[in-house]
């Protein structure tokens, strides 16, 4: 079941994308190259491309929220709910990183400045 909502989501994803692609700019976006105030004063008529654009955004939202409930009601979990991100636990801690050089058990004495 998952599966196809999430195949319809897809197809409906890329339906939104080329639709707002298609659609002419209007030149008002975000109120961003508007200069004549009485001609941005009234409401553009709805045109099919603009009815086909809401169209494809609720059914958007609407499989986005069917996907959440899904995955929400599968019951596994999140990732970060469980041990899966931890280290496997070893038995015991290597005394000396393997990066590091054997340490010697003498001391070492500083070389002398006259020599």
Do not use: Y
């Amino acid at each position: 079941m998952e599966n196809i909502v999430l195949t319809v989501h897809l197809i409906i994803a890329l339906c939104l994308i080329g639709i707002v692609l298609v659609q002419r700019s209007e030149g008002g976006g975000l109120g961003i190259g508007g200069g004549g105030g009485g001609a941005m004063g009234g409401r553009p008529a709805v045109t099919p491309l603009g009815k086909l654009t809401w169209l494809f955004g609720i059914a958007f939202v609407i499989t986005s929220i069917t996907l959440t409930i899904l995955a929400s009601s599968g019951g596994t979990g999140s990732v970060l709910d469980g041990d899966a991100l931890l280290p496997p636990a070893t038995e015991e801690a290597p005394e000396t990183s393997p990066l590091l050089p054997p340490t010697v058990d003498t001391p070492t004495t500083q070389p002398r400045a006259d020599e």
